[in-house]
């Protein structure tokens, strides 16, 4: 094998800028990482349309590389954040409902087509339509057939003509899509509607597999070996891979089939979904899946290759016994440790028979639990958590499965789910129905963030129909933050316990959500150890060779595992890559538990392999007495022992994992630079702490770096560091420098420098940015891992913070009843007396009176502005406007709670009258509690007769106004404003 390391040769200190003419995004991810893709970014629901650019970005700083979306393509709010990604730098994996069999977009919706194998493909019925009853209790005769040639490309409901080609035509502008996402856990969904004992029609639904029993069992189970040639799926498969406009890949998510029995965890009756050995079947029918198109002249054609280029994996282990064990339920304990074990042994049964195909396995890890409704609630509102129901898992517990994944060869980590849901929101008495909490809340907000932004946004449902069934639980009741669960980990009790007092309420709610917030604060750790290592381990697999296996050469051991609660034993794997001969470690901490000597949370480890059992013994080439830690980025010194033993020691904390490569120090290994996302930095005009969140104001100057690694013993000299922004139809290098690395010398001590520029940004850089750091490439190494691409946003200059110092964020203060200087006057029908309320920080609370003579609720504010006529707002410059804000409105339920109007002065004279703010806009104040939105940003130079951008404004009112019916008494209206921006651009 090629050795990694080839001999010193001349550095190349000139950029080969050849990328320049590369396209902006590719569909697919860099050849050399393990993407991470947030799932189910939309939530169940497909919204799209809370997912804007600045939260691409965000989820882009803590190295997410895409997002999975579910909905149809053809949507033009779905359109709009299609492009959002290829504008952040995000790669998008799409779950169009135009071609998933459970959103069929065929009339009616409840209908499906199968290939009805009861008729020959040259039949008048070899394909079918039934349908059946919205819970998919009852399915019924097929009410309609179809000719293959029909189902190919009829006019009416053909898998080409109306849904392939029309779902290219829709995705064809978006380079950042990577692939499509059908048939979710089809293998095991087709199975269980196998057995089920009502009509055969269902047995088709989903339309993959072909309708074969494995009767060698007793009683016989679906066999589930080979995937049918002619069906729907593997049409709409073969259609869209190799369709002439938009050719995309499409995959499937198979979920375990596995059995477990009764009393094997604690409180569960069991199930049987089948064996780890029907799942590796299930996966080698994929992998040798082919296409039959219709018949040509009569003729049946031959199959044609329908091969996945790689499929997805999902399995959740973290569970919880129910209440009547919870006294004895700890993290590590014996049902945990058996779900981990289940994992494990189901990752294989997934991965080893799809590497025989070389496909490679992308994992779902869970982000998600059971936090609130029916199913974790009895009658009186007590918690009563059934057994094996999910519970959100600990930042520690998190880390550990990824890693998990990744020893077991997974090649990608996908999130599951990224926002939170509500299981069944169409039943809300259903007994099984539950709120999944997940990363974020269902508006895609982090669960921590400040109470203003969520409260009024129905974290909860808590009005009609929802009123007090799905609260989420109180952290002290459920795992992982009730104390003693989890040692890692202790949620305290909360600062005040909420009464009548909306102060009290807000601290409280602010205590209770901060728990929920705890894993998805700890994905920066957590996705960047992943990203470090990704270089090399996106080509490590278990070392074997010709048929013999040295996965277990290798052993890990804890010294002090008696002092240890509930141990649970580390893994170790041995690892190769086909372009050299160096054999690689890749180990991990499976205990999630706290480690009690030495104030510390990580655990001490010994390593030993015997380099007997390796190929080539004795003598063999593959050890020495130094390892390159890829983890760290640095040497690890060796002990060679007796026999060809070799030894060393490390500490590793919960869930943590550490790649180490033998290397020969001997002879100098080649100067080789390593950069990835986590090591792509920026610090602010004025300020030196670095931070990962990479933007800034327009009019700033950005100071951007990047640390560099040499993974090599040679100095690298110097080498020039080119930043070039890809935004744009042409590159645009931004800036450059210059860095030298010494080479790897002493143990434990990375070798590594920072490249630095500074980047003056303006009005005309607003928005995402795409931007590739690439050094010089140095001869012989890989030019990949040499290169990193980080997305920076330039946010557009509000008025309120650069001008006035002081953002319109209407936080509390001065001496005023509504209790904000953001606003200098009201005016009109506020209640004055008992209407100005302070039950949120940072919210500007009133309550609008109806006036009888007007007919009218009417609210006027007007925004502070300072009186030095140098800080007049520039109308011309700031001219988009946007709010947060909610109103509560009685009087017309169902629709916005008022219209918004605004109107400016200049030194005092008005200019014009009120305009209409919404009335040419799809925008309106959400009315109720629960409705909280973002209006804007509204362009003021395109309202009719407004001026806005002729003088400088030295005043700016805006009116809230709605109209009472001829009813009376009626109720005040209530307003609520988080914040207001006039911004020079929109981002």
Not at 307 to 321: E, K, L, N, S, W
Not at 429 to 446: E, R
Request: charged share 20%.
């Amino acid at each position: 094998m090629m050795s990694k390391y080839p001999p010193p040769r001349i550095i190349i200190v000139t950029i080969i800028l050849l990328a320049f003419s590369a396209s902006l995004l590719a569909e697919t991810p860099s050849a050399n990482s393990i993407p991470i893709i947030g799932m189910r970014a939309s939530g169940i629901y497909g919204i799209f349309s809370g997912l804007k650019l600045p939260f691409l970005c965000e989820l882009s700083w803590l190295h997410f590389d895409g997002v999975e979306v579910e909905g149809p393509a053809a949507e033009p709010v779905n359109q709009t954040f299609m492009g959002l990604c290829g504008e952040a730098g995000m790669l998008l994996v799409l779950a169009p409902r135009e071609i998933s069999q459970y959103f069929i977009k065929w009339n009616p919706p409840t209908s499906y087509w199968f290939r009805w194998t009861d008729f020959s493909l040259t039949s008048g019925s070899c394909f079918g339509q039934t349908s059946c009853n919205e819970d998919q209790s009852e399915w019924y005769y097929p009410h309609n057939t179809s000719t293959a040639q029909e189902m190919l490309e009829g006019e009416d409901y053909s898998i080409t003509t109306t849904v392939i080609d029309e779902l290219s035509n829709y995705t064809i502008d978006y380079p950042a899509l990577w692939f499509y996402d059908v048939y979710d856990e089809v293998p095991s969904t087709q199975r269980k509607h196998m057995f089920l004992d009502d009509e055969v029609w269902n047995d088709w639904i989903p339309n993959m597999y072909t309708q074969q029993w494995d009767n060698t069992q007793n009683p016989a189970v679906p066999a589930l070996s080979e995937v049918e040639p002619a069906s729907i799926f593997s049409w709409q498969k073969y259609l869209a891979e190799t369709n002439i406009t938009n050719a995309i890949p499409t995959t499937i998510n198979f979920s375990l089939l596995h059995t477990i029995l009764p009393g094997e965890y604690t409180g569960y009756g069991g199930c049987n979904y089948g064996t780890m050995a029907r799942q590796a079947i299930s996966v080698r029918a994929f992998c040798e899946a082919m296409y039959q198109g219709p018949p040509e002249d009569g003729q049946i054609p031959l199959p044609l290759p329908n091969y996945p280029g790689f499929i997805c994996f999902d399995y959740y282990p973290f569970r919880y016994v129910d209440i009547i064990h919870a006294s004895t339920t700890t993290m590590c304990d014996d049902d945990w440790l058996f779900l981990i074990d289940h994992f494990e042994e189901g990752i294989d049964s997934t991965v080893i028979p799809a590497s025989e195909y070389d496909v490679p396995v992308f994992f779902y890890p869970q982000t998600f639990g059971d936090a609130g409704g029916p199913r974790v609630r009895d009658e009186s509102g007590n918690l009563d958590y059934n057994s094996y129901n999910h519970r959100t898992p600990a930042p520690q517990e998190f880390l550990m499965l990824c890693n998990l994944a990744l020893l077991h060869q997974a090649k990608a980590i996908f999130p599951y789910s990224l926002t939170s849901y509500i299981e069944d929101p169409s039943n809300p008495d259903g007994d099984n129905n539950f709120i999944s909490s997940s990363l974020l809340d269902m508006h895609h907000i982090p669960f921590d963030a400040p109470y203003e932004d969520w409260v009024y946004t129905g974290r909860w449902p808590d009005t009609g129909d929802w009123e007090d069934k799905y609260e989420y639980a109180d952290p002290r009741e459920l795992p992982p933050f009730s104390d003693g669960f989890d040692p890692l980990y202790e949620v305290g009790d909360p600062p005040i316990v909420p009464g009548d007092d909306p102060k009290e309420d807000e601290a409280f709610f602010e205590w209770l959500f901060g728990a929920y917030g705890n894993l998805f604060n700890s994905l920066g750790n957590t996705f960047g150890q992943i990203a470090w290592i990704a270089p090399e381990m996106y080509d490590l697999w278990w070392w074997e060779e010709n048929g013999t296996a040295y996965w277990d050469v290798a052993e890990i051991t804890v010294p002090d595992s008696g002092l240890l609660d509930d141990f649970v034993s580390p893994r170790i794997r041995v690892f190769y890559n086909e372009s050299n001969d160096h054999a690689y470690l890749f180990y991990m901490n499976r205990f999630c538990g706290k480690y009690y000597m030495g104030n510390t949370d990580e655990i001490p480890v010994d390593i030993s392999i015997q380099g007997t059992q390796l190929p080539g013994s004795p003598g063999n080439p593959y050890l020495f007495e130094d390892a390159l830690d890829h983890s760290r980025r640095c040497l690890v010194p060796i002990e060679e022992g007796y026999r060809d033993w070799y030894f060393f020691d490390d500490t590793l904390a919960a869930g943590e994992s550490r790649l180490l490569e033998f290397v020969d120090l001997t002879s100098a290994i080649q100067a080789d630079l390593r950069i990835t996302s986590p090591d792509v930095f920026c610090y602010s005009e004025g300020l030196f702490s670095r931070r990962r969140e990479l933007h800034c104001k327009a009019g700033t100057n950005l100071n951007l770096g990047a640390t560099f690694y040499n993974m090599g013993t040679e100095a690298t000299g110097n080498v020039m560091v080119t930043f070039i922004d890809r935004s744009g139809v042409n590159p645009v290098i931004i800036g450059s420098d210059v860095i030298s690395l010494g080479g790897l010398s002493g143990d434990y001590e990375p070798d590594s420098t920072s490249a630095v520029i500074t980047w003056n940004t303006d009005s005309g850089d607003i928005g995402a940015h795409s931007i590739e750091i690439i050094a010089a490439t140095i001869s012989g190494e890989d030019p990949l891992d040499n290169t990193a691409t980080v997305t920076v946003l330039v946010k557009p200059r509000d008025y309120a913070t650069h001008v006035r110092d002081d953002a319109w964020d209407m936080t509390e203060g001065g001496s005023n009843d509504w209790n904000t200087d953001d606003i200098e006057a009201v005016a009109e029908n506020w209640n004055t007396s008992t209407g100005w309320t302070d039950s949120v920080s940072g919210m500007f609370e009133g309550l609008i009176n109806y006036d009888p003579i007007t007919y009218e609720f009417i609210g006027e504010i007007n925004l502070a502005i300072p009186n030095d006529r140098t800080d007049y707002i520039d109308t011309d410059k700031y001219h988009m406007l946007s709010f947060g804000m909610v109103g509560n409105n009685t009087n017309q339920p169902n629709i916005g709670a008022c219209a918004m109007f605004i109107r400016w002065k200049i030194d005092g004279v008005w200019q014009g009258p009120w305009r209409n703010l919404l009335s040419e806009t799809d925008y309106h104040v959400g009315n109720g509690w629960d409705k909280w939105g973002v209006i804007g940003p509204i362009d003021l130079k395109n309202i009719g007769d407004l001026e806005w951008g002729t003088e400088d404004a030295s005043e700016l009112w805006l009116r809230m106004q709605g109209s009472g019916p001829p009813v009376e008494p009626l109720e005040p209206v209530d307003i609520r404003i988080g914040w207001i921006r006039l911004e020079e651009s929109v981002q």
